[in-house]
């Protein structure tokens, strides 16, 4: 497949958990189908290729950080209700909202089609894009955007000592160790989103994914899909 690799900050960041309640809360990481749509907006993409070609992509997440989380309420446009014939008066309401602070990702893009890099690339280098690029909420844009490793060639693999978030297809939480004397405990998201659907005008989740956040490289005791980029392993979802 052919790959770049480029870096995201932004001031704040907010990529919902499907599975929670009380509050929006957000995984420390861009889902896939998030990491698409940013390419569909750098490309001009509307909603329903977006989803189409989210398939023909592998995404790995070598680098992340932020600087902690807050919990802030956001207010959100609503609609009114409709009452009878008439529609009550629109309004804001408050919503409660994990956002994360100073968010910054390393990307990797996979795909065969090398004209599709290529063009993803040219628009990283030129800042030439379609659409306006958020750090998951609409309200976050991406503030810095830049190439880390241009156009390159890899194959898929096997690996077992992968570094940065760790995917895994399905709901199963991959079995691993640590190769410190002093483990620190890895993050497991279940469920996250891997590819969507169209319903009507509505989104669903089709596929899922499991990803560990390590802090550290870790040593999986069964072999994921990958790549090996200057000695480094990755999963790729």
Same mark, same amino acid.
């Given at each position: 497949?052919?790959?770049?690799?480029?870096?995201?900050?932004?001031?704040?960041?907010?990529?919902?958990?499907?599975?929670?309640?009380?509050? #929006?809360?957000?995984?420390? @990481?861009? !889902? #896939?189908?998030?990491?698409?749509?940013?390419?569909?907006?750098?490309?001009?993409?509307?909603?329903?290729?977006?989803?189409?070609?989210?398939?023909?992509?592998?995404?790995?997440?070598?680098?992340?950080?932020?600087?902690? #989380?807050?919990?802030? @309420?956001?207010?959100?446009?609503? /609609?009114?209700?409709?009452?009878?014939?008439?529609?009550?008066?629109?309004?804001?309401?408050?919503?409660?909202?994990?956002?994360?602070?100073?968010?910054?990702?390393?990307?990797?893009?996979?795909?065969? /089609?090398?004209?599709?890099?290529?063009?993803?690339?040219?628009?990283?280098?030129?800042?030439?894009?379609?659409?306006?690029?958020?750090?998951?909420?609409?309200?976050?844009?991406?503030?810095?955007?830049?190439?880390?490793?241009?156009?390159?060639?890899?194959?898929?693999?096997?690996?077992? /000592? !992968?570094?940065?978030?760790?995917?895994?297809?399905?709901?199963?939480?991959?079995?691993?160790?640590?190769?410190?004397?002093?483990?620190?405990?890895?993050?497991?998201?279940?469920?996250? !989103?891997?590819?969507?659907?169209?319903?009507?005008?509505?989104?669903?989740?089709?596929?899922?994914?499991? /990803?560990?956040? !390590?802090?550290?490289?870790?040593?999986?005791?069964?072999?994921?899909?990958?790549?090996?980029?200057?000695?480094?392993?990755?999963?790729?979802?």
């Amino acid at each position: 497949m052919w790959g770049i690799s480029f870096r995201i900050r932004s001031p704040f960041g907010h990529f919902r958990n499907p599975y929670t309640t009380t509050l #929006k809360q957000t995984y420390p @990481f861009p !889902p #896939k189908p998030t990491i698409i749509g940013m390419v569909g907006a750098m490309l001009g993409w509307d909603e329903k290729t977006v989803i189409e070609e989210t398939g023909n992509f592998k995404i790995a997440i070598p680098f992340w950080k932020n600087r902690g #989380k807050i919990i802030e @309420f956001t207010f959100i446009f609503s /609609a009114g209700k409709i009452k009878g014939k008439s529609r009550t008066q629109k309004k804001f309401r408050p919503e409660r909202f994990e956002l994360l602070l100073y968010p910054e990702f390393e990307i990797i893009v996979l795909n065969h /089609a090398k004209e599709v890099i290529e063009e993803i690339a040219q628009r990283i280098k030129e800042k030439d894009f379609s659409f306006p690029l958020f750090m998951g909420k609409n309200e976050f844009l991406i503030t810095d955007i830049y190439i880390i490793k241009k156009l390159f060639e890899t194959e898929i693999c096997k690996i077992n /000592a !992968p570094t940065g978030i760790v995917f895994k297809e399905g709901n199963e939480i991959p079995e691993f160790s640590s190769l410190s004397d002093k483990p620190r405990p890895a993050e497991v998201f279940i469920g996250v !989103p891997k590819s969507l659907k169209l319903v009507g005008k509505k989104r669903e989740q089709k596929e899922v994914c499991t /990803a560990l956040v !390590p802090k550290e490289t870790i040593k999986l005791k069964e072999s994921l899909d990958g790549i090996k980029i200057n000695g480094c392993e990755y999963t790729i979802i």
